[in-house]
């Protein structure tokens, strides 16, 4: 009775937008109802308000409607689906439990987080790299940390992403003030350097021709695109940032699943301490999506134009703007990086991808070229000379699939569709017989 | 192994703080070194170095060094030291624990908190209310809640806060952009508007004088004056933000403690849902300061000046820059609220409402002004024609105990220091005779 899925989520947030339009739209002129006189935030206004995900639920839910009788499989939102590891479970479960005895009980932990797992994610996950456990800082997750950085930032910087990328950086943007409105024409807010990734450059911006940005928020592996950047491509942009003086934001979720060689941590690039922060997540690393917990790497030796240390700032904002993440969860982030924790989690990822050589497989088959999937969980498919949102449509109704239209990562993803490699084998491989059938 | 005080956590902030200030200090002109051309966050410029808890915690750690054999009673930072009780403890082990089973296990969960927590919180803690559970967002606390809505609000909102209050509000109004400099003559920041709160008021504000802000911070029971504010003091304050088109927000995190009848929730105050957003805590009532889980309560009469909802903006931040609390902290606040759990929490404010009748009794056998206490867990000593830090100083050396001075909860601290009733009761009984011996 506690488990909520992700889907009735997203069904919410889109039944309560569409309520907050339906209010809007009734009071019409207003007059009549007593308002405050404090004025919208103006960032929020330039929001856009059809956000990816409660679209996507909102179209699942009038498909759900229409075929009351289908068993619609979710390839959409990139949520874990298998449990996670018995030792990891018990240690969270005794530290809760220990909660309720003298011995057992503490208050509020350090707002960087817990001294052991800062030296555990040291140890385990940088271990052959000079990453200090005083550099890292232990969160709820990316998503809550990226906002953070954002109010470390400020409105006056300016910022490039990857075109196409997680709408969480552009957003978060939006909503601290470094961006101008959106251009529906162009399906960009202005402000934003959008750097086009896609077959055509192997998924990695021709920096020769990308102006200079204060900050770089760079996702490797990809999501959408499931691309992990090589050490080559990861060189020029760190070597790129320095050039420039740019900071680069390196959102590392996807790493346990590189498994050709590239970089699992921009550390790895020589001169990376100098212009990079890391965000780093326990999420799909082991499946802590409702858990939340995940880790950020500020250097010492990041500095602002001034000389004053970033992290300086950084520790700042931790201590104002954050509490530390839940000691339960941070009781089972250090079991993860335990070796018999560490052997456990990289089980389950190797079943994802598993799932995704299928999905690779089942999309091959219809003739298309496949990217990702083998660096990631996320297949990107190609639909060239289509809509994104009519392949959406289309596969949907012929297949009861759910996916994520490519354009809603960027413009740069139009005629694209990612593809989720987390679910239950059996989905995958009924979702793959049904891809199959589209032939 | 895994416990760590909060006296060690402020104590790394401090170390950490005089670290980045010695190694900025050493770099003088720093041109030798290499530097991002990225400049800092002039927000961020304006915030004061010297944040009250890791400035305590530092001259503690001198004290230590200096009486290595002293036992040194902390009364200083309000952190929870009582177990939670068994039925909470269990629920989030079981809940841990399922998480390793096909069964149990779950991904993301709703951003805006599990709906069973939301309906529970509505039943128990508004349940004569007209508070709904859509209106009810969990958190992961109020510090990070506080520095959400800060997000919300944006930068071109002017804001009130009590003199004295708890420096968060402050801190991310100064960090989001929406103070001027820092004013070392007067000690407060420029555009804030700060609220005198006394003696010589009963801890409330004289509205009549107060010009208007869009938005008023307001807590009750009060950190650190541990004052409840009356019904009829609320019903003022209302009536001030109704006339003003003003939003308060209202931080009700020890609302637990009230004894006295006082309200403890704004929405008790009529016209209340039209003007204001609740932000409560699962800390202090339930002993969560380590677990992380909170609510906030955003009406939906809560309108801008353009007649938008506040609630529909506030929900686009709480899916953009957080991604709910952990579902394990979540499996605990819904114990809390069952018959067994509320009882249990109950029981373990209380032994804090003793202890703190316990320090109300010490200090007024100084022939001292006492006040707080009945209504919160901190206690509020005046000592008139003092400075709160010379006064700190000279208990710290004379009884070796810990306290918060007053002047770190803004100006109108001054000559005050706050006592936290959090502690074990042997701790107080010997903080009580030690207080009394300065007689």
């Known amino acids: 009775m506690y488990k909520i899925s992700i889907t009735d989520s997203l069904i919410q947030n889109a039944v309560s937008l569409e309520s907050s339009q339906r209010l809007l739209a009734e009071k019409g002129g207003m007059s009549a109802e007593y ?3 404090v004025a919208r935030n103006v960032n929020m206004e330039k929001l856009q308000s059809n956000y990816l995900f409660p679209e996507i639920a909102a179209r699942e839910m009038k498909h759900r409607k229409k075929y009351p009788n289908a068993k619609v499989i979710s390839l959409g939102i990139g949520d874990t689906t298998q449990p996670i590891p018995l030792n990891v479970a018990l240690s969270m479960a005794n530290f809760a439990q220990a909660l309720s005895t003298p011995e057992g009980y503490s208050g509020y932990g350090l707002e960087q987080g817990n001294q052991e797992l800062r030296k555990a994610v040291a140890a385990t996950m940088y271990k052959d790299l000079p990453v200090k456990d005083t550099e890292i800082f232990i969160s709820d997750g990316s998503q809550s940390e990226i906002s953070r950085l954002q109010l470390l930032l400020g409105p006056h910087v300016s910022i490039a992403v990857q075109d196409q990328s997680f709408p969480a950086y552009v957003d978060s943007g939006v909503i601290i003030g470094q961006t101008g409105d959106y251009d529906h024409a162009s399906g960009r807010y202005r ?19 990308t102006p200079r940005t204060d900050i770089i928020f760079f996702c490797s592996p990809n999501n959408p695109t499931g691309h992990a950047s090589s050490r080559e491509q990861l060189t020029q942009l760190v070597e790129f940032a320095q050039r420039n003086g740019s900071i680069i934001i390196f959102d590392s979720a996807y790493a346990a699943f590189v498994s050709d060689g590239s970089p ?27 858990i939340r917990l995940g880790w950020t790497v500020v250097p010492d030796e990041l500095l602002y134009s001034d000389g004053f240390p970033v992290q300086h700032d950084f520790n700042r904002i931790i201590c104002t703007c954050f509490n530390g993440a839940s000691k339960v969860a941070q009781a089972g982030g250090l079991a993860c990086l335990s070796p018999e924790g560490l052997k456990a989690i990289n089980s389950v990822v190797d079943y994802y991808k598993e799932n995704a050589s299928i999905l690779i497989d ?65 989905d995958i491989l009924e979702a793959s017989r049904r891809i199959k059938s589209l032939l």
């Not at 750097?195 to 192997?202: A, F, L």
């Not at 699992?264 to 802590?288: M, N, Q």
């Not at 960027?410 to 239950?424: D, I, K, M, S, Y």
Request: with cysteine; proline share 6%.
């Open 35 to 37: 308002s405050t006189r």
């Open 191 to 209: 402000n934003i350097e959008y750097m086009k990734c896609g077959p055509e450059n192997n998924f990695f911006p021709d920096l020769s021709k």
């Open 264 to 290: 699992r941590s921009i550390f790895e690039i020589p001169g990376a301490r100098k212009v990079a922060i890391e965000v780093a997540s326990f999420s799909k690393l082991a499946g802590f999506t409702g």
């Open 362 to 426: 089942s999309f091959t088959s219809l003739g298309l070229d496949v990217y990702g999937g083998r660096n990631a969980p996320y297949v990107w498919v190609h639909f060239p000379g289509s809509k994104s949102w009519d392949v959406f449509n289309e596969i949907l109704e012929k297949t009861h699939i759910i996916t994520v239209p490519g354009s809603g990562f960027g413009p740069g993803g139009e005629g694209f569709l990612r593809v989720t490699a987390f679910g239950q084998r059996d």
